[in-house]
């Protein structure tokens, strides 16, 4: 699963994404075992950043579809 479709996959990052949740930035990967994994696409910024994210220079909410 990639992207922040449904969130069902949030739950299995371990903690709490924090702003991510909510980011154009952010995506949010799964392996075919089931371990999820968030990437920042921002070139500017860490591309794993330590979770929860509470403050980010590079925030930008994404658009709901």
Do not use: F, I
Request: glycine share 12%; with cysteine.
């Amino acid at each position: 699963m990639t992207g922040q479709a449904d969130g069902s996959g949030w739950a299995k990052l371990g903690a709490p994404a924090g702003l991510c949740q909510s980011c154009a930035h952010a995506r949010l990967n799964e392996t075919r075992k089931g371990t999820a994994y968030m990437r920042c696409t921002n070139p500017d910024l860490p591309r794993y950043p330590r979770l929860p994210v509470t403050g980010c220079p590079g925030y930008e909410r994404s658009q709901p579809w």
